[in-house]
């Protein structure tokens, strides 16, 4: 019987790597201005967020929900790690599709939501997804060689 084999530790540093990028992929260095432009908001609820920040609560879930995923990310790739032992594929290799497959099943479909029901732009799409599709090759990579 399948026993999972999650290390903890690598679990731990995708989650905060993936937190990372996610600090990255919306500071104005990569996509906030698009990503601004294209959440729509008027000047005012701008001047209201630069004046009161946004606080420690939307770190604190966007951390947890990436740990949620690391975790899970982990034992998906454990198990593709099992199942593929001996088709010569690398870890890295199976890190990145689990990474790829999770994003496109999950991430990528369920995202269209936010355009069919929301009435959100391409743009919005391309930028929230794009971050989730780097941040799950990293944390796939991660969690498939740091064994």
Do not use: C, R
């Not at 604190?60 to 593709?80: K, Q």
């Amino acid at each position: 019987m399948y026993e999972p084999n999650i290390n903890i530790l690598a679990v731990l540093v995708s989650a905060v790597i993936f937190f990372i990028i996610g600090g990255l992929w919306y500071s104005p260095i990569l996509f906030a201005n698009p990503w601004i432009k294209a959440m729509g908001f008027s000047d005012e609820k701008l001047k209201e967020m630069k004046e009161k920040g946004p606080g420690a609560k939307p770190f604190i879930i966007s951390f947890i929900g990436g740990l949620v995923m690391a975790f899970v990310t982990a034992h998906i790739v454990d198990f593709m790690k099992v199942v593929f032992a001996d088709s010569g594929m690398s870890n890295l290799t199976i890190g990145l599709t689990a990474g790829f497959w999770l994003w496109l099943g999950y991430i990528a479909t369920y995202s269209l939501n936010a355009i069919s029901y929301e009435s959100k732009s391409w743009t919005f799409y391309f930028i929230n997804t794009g971050y989730q599709l780097v941040g799950l090759f990293i944390m796939g990579a991660i969690l498939a060689v740091w064994v």
